[in-house]
């Protein structure tokens, strides 16, 4: 990855780190920008300044730069998450073959949450923020419905900040069991107390589309919104699926309810009218390709047609490790998958072409609009000069990638976690020569046993 000391080029770029001067120089790369106006450079150099990219060009001639050379790589952006429930990390595929969503509210959600300790929530949280830089994903929403506590919200959100990913901590009650009554009004006290604290995390209000699965005082209407327009943070609605979210989505739009600030997350079973609403709203969406899927969740198929025929690119999102996948190419593996199946399948004996995406369809999804759709759209998703610099050094000369013909195919059907050998966050290094920093897998793997046994043990049966 370096020209000739990958160690020494580490210890230079750790120890001017803070810096806001610091250049660094990669050079001899393949970059995918993801920017429309700069697509994709077949060799090039990449320019960060203190914690923006500075420039991008065939070229550059730039003194006093550490220099990483990343011949024989694909530089491209760091992998949005759009929607992840992190503290249920240490309960990692607990139940593979989880029938139906009631099954994992009632196991997981009314069964194993109340057992956490605000220890247990940033364990799991710690857990599933390293395993996402560790796979290239620089920014992750933290969908955190287990805020039994301000303490229990506390230490979701220092878990973010301790692992140096781009955090966005998204709120919410939870469903069952004794919780202390501060939500909704402590969001306010984490945006203020944690939303500069390293200049990466910010704060959002989480909420459920209906009052079906926990009642109405979590069901997304005027009360929350006003919560959330109050403290100038954006929403993120999960459980949007069916006739009765179909319903609610009119109503909110009717009330002036939905904007650009909104995420829908899954919204599989809508119907059209929810569609069209949400497209004259600007609505977001963040679709869960594998968790849709696996789950069954109402028609169990991932809503790309439906959403890009209504003119809204969506973002996704990796969902509950008790029971998917932690990894974004996977979701981006899933949907392109899933959808080409459904184009040829529909048209099937006939003369009609299918309506299929592509792989750079897909990177779209899982960089540019999932930053878009979580309010971080001027700040990631795209390599643009004058953006963060979360950037990925992928492999394209290992063995799985090699020989490198189509560099956006080769990240979306050939890259896995093993040949993202250096991910950045914000022009810091988290993951260098294939290893996530500052991480002791020793004591993690303890803390991570020692959590999920005891939460095993507390749980009740239900």
């Not at 919204?267 to 600007?282: F, H, K, R, S, V």
């Not at 509950?320 to 593996?333: G, H, K, N, P, Y």
């Not at 795209?382 to 990925?392: I, M, R, V, Y």
């Not at 290992?398 to 914000?426: C, E, K, Q, S, Y």
């Amino acid at each position: 990855m370096s020209a000739n000391d990958p160690g020494a080029t580490l210890d230079a770029l750790r120890h001017h780190a803070a810096d806001p001067h610091r250049r660094v120089l990669f050079t001899g790369a393949t970059i995918v920008t993801m920017d429309p106006e700069l697509g994709v450079l077949p060799k090039g150099d990449l320019l960060v300044e203190g914690d923006r990219i500075a420039a991008i060009a065939p070229e550059l001639d730039v003194e006093d730069a550490i220099v990483v050379d990343a011949s024989g790589s694909i530089v491209a952006p760091g992998f949005v998450d759009t929607h992840r429930h992190a503290w249920e990390a240490q309960l990692r595929r607990v139940m593979p073959d989880v029938n139906d969503l009631g099954e994992y509210v009632m196991s997981t959600l009314a069964g194993l949450a109340p057992a956490y300790q605000p220890e247990d929530m940033y364990v799991g949280t710690k857990l599933a923020a390293l395993t996402a830089l560790d796979s290239g994903i620089t920014t992750m929403l933290d969908f955190s419905h287990n805020s039994r506590s301000a303490a229990h919200s506390d230490a979701a959100v220092q878990a973010l900040v301790d692992t140096g990913i781009r955090g966005v901590h998204a709120s919410m009650r939870p469903h069952f069991g004794e919780w202390d009554g501060q939500w909704p009004a402590d969001v306010a006290r984490l945006k203020s107390t944690y939303a500069s604290s390293n200049g990466l995390v910010s704060v959002r209000l989480a909420a459920l589309a209906t009052d079906e699965v926990a009642g109405p005082d979590l069901a997304y209407g005027r009360r929350l919104a006003e919560v959330a327009d109050d403290l100038d943070v954006g929403v993120s609605v999960d459980a949007v699926f069916g006739t009765s979210s179909s319903e609610a989505i009119l109503r909110w739009a009717a009330e002036g309810l939905l904007g650009p600030d909104v995420s829908l997350i899954h919204c599989t079973g809508l119907t059209a009218e929810a569609w069209l609403a949400m497209a004259d709203t600007g609505a977001a969406v963040s679709l869960a390709p594998t968790s849709d899927a696996q789950i069954g969740l109402e028609t169990a198929v991932p809503a790309i047609d439906e959403a890009l025929a209504a003119g809204i690119r969506p973002g996704l999102s990796i969902d509950v490790e008790v029971a998917l996948v932690s990894d974004m190419f996977t979701q981006m593996r899933a949907l392109h998958t899933i959808q080409r199946m459904r184009a040829v399948n529909a048209v099937y004996g006939t003369t009609a072409a299918p309506s299929r995406i592509g792989v750079h369809d897909v990177l779209d999804f899982a960089t540019l609009q999932g930053a878009a759709g979580i309010g971080l759209g001027a700040v990631t998703g795209s390599l643009t000069p004058g953006k963060q610099a979360d950037l990925l050094l992928v492999g394209a000369e290992d063995l799985n990638n090699m020989p490198l013909n189509d560099p956006i195919g080769t990240l979306v059907l050939g890259t896995d976690p093993r040949n993202v050998h250096a991910v950045f966050v914000a022009g810091r290094v988290r993951k260098w020569a294939g290893t996530v920093l500052d991480v002791d897998l020793t004591a993690l793997r303890d803390d991570v046993r020692t959590s999920r046994d005891r939460v095993m043990k507390a749980a009740q049966p239900v």
